[in-house]
């Protein structure tokens, strides 16, 4: 699943072969057909393992057990925004392998499967916040996977930024700005919040993203 993480990133999906996998590891075809029985089933485990990763990440923050609800759900934005800073290079530099035609498919299945993870970790955020009376929901677990759409038009808006700063090299931060404005409006109306109730994305984190200079390359130029 490592070896295949790499080949997603550089190659994308469609260029992608098993044979690559095995020649990456070492592994005999008949070893890896052992485990897998074709590139979809390794793909599907390796976004498995990704949304796991994500999930864990974030648990402990939305399971607090002294924390209300709001302090919960700001906390939860926060480390997400943190998980890929912390990736900042890594992500950057294979973004457009990541955006581009070959991992369409890809990317399409990614999205449910991190909604899987994620949504019930907000759905019992919300459910707190509705019982605390401080996030007016009342469709928890629904709302939940509504937020966890939100976020991912979110990502991808902001791919397609960064991508164009890679392109051009002139970074578009006012625009990020707003397009993160935007969404934190809309997640905030969505639960019944004051404006400024919550940060969806920290300028501290979403700067680097857009002064840092970018990374070009054709075989290695990130949800």
């Not at 930024?161 to 409006?185: C, I, K, M, N, W």
Request: glycine share 6%; no cysteine.
């Amino acid at each position: 699943m490592d070896a295949a993480e790499i080949l997603l990133r550089t190659k994308g999906y469609e260029r992608m072969s098993v044979q690559d996998v095995w020649s990456q590891v070492g592994a005999s075809k008949g070893a890896f057909y052992h485990y897998f029985d074709s590139k979809q089933a390794l793909v599907e485990a390796v976004m498995e393992r990704m949304a796991d990763q994500i999930a864990a990440a974030l648990a402990p923050r939305a399971t607090d057990p002294d924390a209300p609800a709001l302090q919960k759900l700001q906390s939860f934005l926060i480390g997400l925004g943190r998980w890929k800073d912390q990736r900042r290079d890594l992500l950057v530099a294979l973004l457009r392998v990541w955006q581009s035609d070959d991992n369409a498919v890809v990317r399409q299945k990614l999205r449910p499967t991190i909604a899987d993870r994620i949504a019930p970790l907000l759905a019992g955020i919300l459910e707190q916040g509705a019982r605390e009376n401080t996030l007016a929901v009342t469709h928890p677990e629904a709302t939940g996977r509504v937020l966890v759409a939100l976020i991912q038009d979110l990502n991808d808006r902001l791919a397609e930024l960064v991508l164009s700063f890679d392109a051009t090299g002139r970074p578009d931060l006012s625009g990020a700005q707003d397009t993160v404005a935007a969404h934190t409006q809309a997640l905030e109306r969505i639960l019944g919040l004051a404006e400024d109730s919550v940060v969806l994305v920290e300028p501290a984190v979403l700067s680097p993203w857009f002064t840092a200079a970018p990374t070009g390359g054709d075989d290695i130029p990130t949800s």
